[in-house]
């Protein structure tokens, strides 16, 4: 009778033991699956980005304005030297500092650079070899030119 109940006993915590263990365990798994729903969510996010910008090439390849980079500071234009092609628009955006003007006399541009960025639009509609400079009283002298080539 004793032995019976020994074993009773053993069984239960056996049984409880199994249980507790058992649920515990079984957290672990479901903790894992969990971290691993990040991972795929963070991979689909550069997908995603990579998608528009994969978009974007085709459409600067078309008839979109070529972007250009620039800095117009005193007294100088960074880069000193421009190609573009002809009759294909062309946006410049400028870093400025100071103000400024962004001028080609044959190609009709004449803008004003004011604030810290600025922008240019225009159409080469001439090739050959042109001076873009600034018309502010001495700048051009003090060197704020630069040549554009139009092929
Ligand atoms: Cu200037």
Excluded: W
């Excluded at 963070?42 to 994969?54: D, I, L, Q």
């Excluded at 978009?55 to 304005?65: I, K, N, V, Y």
């Excluded at 628009?89 to 960025?117: A, M």
Aim: charged residues 20%; proline residues 7%.
């Amino acid at each position: 009778m004793k032995n019976i109940l020994i074993i009773g006993v053993v069984i239960l915590f056996v049984a409880a033991g199994y249980f507790i263990f058992k649920g515990g365990g079984g957290e672990e798994p479901d903790t894992t699956p969990q971290l691993g729903v990040p991972a795929p969510g963070f991979e689909s996010v550069p997908e995603t980005v990579v998608g528009p910008s994969g978009d974007e090439e085709p459409l600067s390849g078309a008839s979109q304005a070529e972007e250009i980079s620039m800095v117009s500071g005193n007294l100088f234009f960074d880069p000193k030297g421009l190609t573009l092609t002809k009759d294909q628009p062309v946006k410049i955006t400028f870093s400025n500092n100071g103000f400024h003007t962004f001028t080609i006399d044959e190609l009709g541009v004449d803008q004003s650079l004011r604030g810290s960025t600025a922008t240019v639009e225009f159409i080469p509609t001439k090739t050959g070899t042109f001076e873009y400079y600034c018309t502010v009283p001495g700048h051009k002298e003090g060197g704020m030119f630069g040549s554009l080539t139009v092929e």
